[in-house]
């Protein structure tokens, strides 16, 4: 079966206001033209390996191009996003009509708890756990809530830097088991965390400069990995494990604080199948 993505075009896209610091000194300053060629290259490097869905934009609502936040997919459950900033809070009943219309459970968090979805939340593709980022703008609080409404284990890790406020732009889990991380974005403590669940061979470090080009910020559909930019010593070590990156310039949304990743959010989330849970 083929992922699930959910994206949506940026017909109405802008920096109209600045709640993260991508956005400072960009306000008002994007160019739409070069946005929407720059999605549709993005969108054609995704449906040749997925089948991608769409939401339509909401006016008003210009971040909403970031499906990324919506939510959390697992199975036919969505626990939806509660948004830190007054500025994307409504694009919630947005994201909640249009998973009710498509079929899934809307599960929500109590309403004083910030969560940002599949940005701050993401899913391990060898281990049956959730990996939560909290610091900026998921609650610390809300990963034991997570936990518990969708049964399932997780792994909080704390963000520091600001430039890297969402899990998705530091850390992405891949198909093999292997996580492509920022060592820079987190506290000692959350560091010793993922080292003590992901094994040194299956940990690929990402510098500073590859990071700050959203190459953590990446989609990857089984063996390809579709991001803004990597350095030739990050593709290398990706082709070294079986991966085939695809390359393609997402410098409009960066200047929003997010790249290919935060532009997609899976419908198909799922645990994976252990191998003490088969046996
Ligand atoms: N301007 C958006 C915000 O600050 C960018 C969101 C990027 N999304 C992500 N999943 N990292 O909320």
Request: hydrophobic share 45%; proline share 6%.
């Amino acid at each position: 079966m083929k992922p699930r993505i959910l994206m949506c075009a940026p017909t109405r896209f802008e920096i109209r206001y600045v709640i993260n610091p991508w956005m400072l000194g960009h306000l008002d300053a994007g160019k739409r033209t070069v946005a929407i060629a720059q999605w549709n290259r993005l969108h054609a490097a995704l449906v040749r390996h997925a089948d991608v869905e769409l939401i339509e934009p909401a006016p008003g609502w210009p971040d909403m191009v970031f499906t990324a936040n919506a939510g959390l997919v697992l199975g036919n459950r969505v626990l939806l996003a509660r948004f830190r900033h007054g500025e994307r809070q409504g694009e919630e009943p947005h994201f909640a009509e249009w998973f009710t219309r498509h079929g899934f459970a809307v599960l929500r968090l109590p309403e004083d708890l910030a969560f940002e979805g599949a940005g701050d939340a993401l899913l391990d593709r060898a281990a049956p756990l959730l990996w939560m980022g909290h610091g900026f703008r998921t609650d610390e609080r809300a990963t034991a809530l997570v936990a518990a409404a969708l049964d399932i284990e997780v792994v909080p890790l704390r963000l520091t830097d600001p430039r890297f406020y969402h899990l998705d732009t530091c850390l992405c889990p891949l198909a093999g088991g292997e996580l492509l991380y920022h060592p820079g974005a987190f506290d000692a403590e959350s560091l010793r965390r993922i080292e003590a669940r992901v094994p040194a061979h299956a940990r690929i470090t990402v510098d500073e400069a590859d990071a700050r080009s959203f190459a953590c910020n990446a989609v990857n559909l089984a063996g390809h990995v579709i991001l803004n930019r990597a350095s030739q010593r990050l593709v290398t070590a990706l082709n070294a494990r079986g991966y085939r990156v695809t390359q393609t310039p997402l410098g409009e949304f960066m200047k929003a604080g997010g790249s290919a990743k935060c532009l997609t959010l899976r419908l198909d989330g799922s645990l994976p199948v252990c191998a003490a849970a088969v046996a």
